[in-house]
């Protein structure tokens, strides 16, 4: 039975940085793609960054610029640190697992196993 749970999130400023963390149980972690996402009132669920089975990192948008995906194998945990954060990225953030993706691997559509989400508001 696949568990995600993310940490992290909190209210920052504008400007401020934080780190959100998701740690995962019942699989073998090294043979899973892992994503972020966000999904913001009234929009609809987002990529922001992931990590490919080969730890290859893909962003989308600004992420870019501004987030770092990591991962510590060992904990079975994958990080977003977030920089430079204005309004616009806050959201709910979600992480998400899957062994086989369906489609992109920034597209939620594509995973199949879910976090139950942390808040990011900046204020």
């Known amino acids: 039975h696949v568990q995600l749970v993310e940490s992290g999130g909190g209210t920052v400023q504008a400007g401020g940085s934080l780190r959100l963390s998701c740690v995962g149980s019942g699989y073998a972690f090294v043979r899973y793609c892992m994503g972020w996402f966000r999904q913001a009132p009234g929009k609809e669920r987002e990529g922001v960054a992931a990590?490919?089975?080969?730890?290859?990192?893909y962003f989308t948008g600004s992420s870019k610029f501004r987030f770092t995906i990591s991962q510590d194998k060992a904990k079975n945990a994958v990080y977003l640190h977030m920089t430079n954060l204005n309004a616009e990225d806050t959201a709910i953030y979600y992480c998400?697992?899957?062994?086989?993706?369906?489609?992109?691997?920034?597209?939620?559509?594509?995973?199949?196993?879910w976090g139950q989400g942390t808040q990011v508001t900046v204020s």
């Open positions: 998400a697992a899957d062994r086989r993706l369906t489609g992109s691997i920034l597209s939620p559509a594509s995973y199949t196993y």
């Open positions: 990590l490919g089975r080969a730890d290859t990192p």
